[in-house]
DNA sequence: GTCTATAGCTGGATAGAC
DNA sequence: GTCTATCCAGCTATAGAC
């Protein structure tokens, strides 16, 4: 709890074995889970020996939140990246680039994306909570005020609550990423292979509605 | 494996022990996952010995197997319920009271939700793929239909995967499910709160698009 | 910093009495 | 069917040499 802000703060000055022990143990904990790990699997694909693992982490539950703290700064950089390059054009405009962009970022680090997953799926634990909270809640904040702007410009509707629109933004790509894997033997949903296209579609169909105006 | 089958298909001629175990190891997985819960646990909490357990289960994951079948049997029975009740009014009508009943029903197993869940999550093994194909690809093609029906009908636009559609349907409330133990956490999420008018706001956003068409 | 060796414990699973 | 007692493999973590 309280030791690993400490260790994490001085990431980058970490010797390169301790480096390349982090990188495995965030692979190996986003594929199986925390419990399903052994340190003994992390020393093995690391190439160095048990005892150096806990040399460099106080315990196994201090590697694991290292590797967690590691994956949401990344997650949380990327997040940084889509919103600076957001061009100044219109709301919607903006709002599908940051949702293309983020769609894309989901899929191009799925080991990080699934770190925090597992994580939040522990809704018990405190951690999970203050990690959403910490990591999430200013971009979250950002995204609902585009919307916003949209909604006061004229240009979305102000029936619907704002943060919806943001979280259904987020959802639908977040829960694609998940389930993608399954979808692909689902019938019928052809479109699990072709991320793009599903990007476009989706925001399409929130767009504009699934239902008929004419 | 070949057991799994032979076990549950006698599920209810186990003796009110068996069912009390299966009852707390259902919870357990759930609750924390297949690695994180001992047999010890399940032991205590169900009130019988360690060695009682493995009589009436023949290993943990033989338990565990159970366990997901339950959930899964619970789950189907659920969404079968919710096509008899449909009504035959028009393909909108009857999307609409799906999405409820739907989410509805999430909320109110979210034991049975949850355990499905995490066994989607290790998208690694064959176990979670076959799971999805048996238990939902059924129920997933008449929802698709139900929407091609609307499609053909005119009510709604053709431009859309009717799979994309549906898909949407439910990872938009599965996703809520999902998430809202740490979404009452986020700044300006209030709609967490209430869970039924987020389910009309969804299908109403869905249906008519969040942009402004005049 | 990195290793070998080992302590100390808990996990799943079994044997056999009742 | 249910228990107590037990086996042994595997785990986290530490000690101490280099």
Redesign the pocket.
Known sequence: MTRANHDSDAICAL????LSILDVAERLFAEKGFDA?????IAQQA??????I???F????GLYLAALKSACEHAARALDDVEQSLSSDSPQAQLQAFFTQHLQELLASPRSTRLIQRELLESGSERGRRLAEEVFSENFSRLVELVRTGQVQGQFRQEFDAALVAFLLIGTSVFFTQTSAVLQHLPGAEFAKFPDDYGSAVFQLLSHGFQNTT
Chains 1, 2 share one sequence.
């Open positions: 010797s390169p074995g301790a790990v052994s340190i003994n699997d190439d160095v020996s048990k005892a150096n806990f040399h460099h106080k315990s196994k539950e």
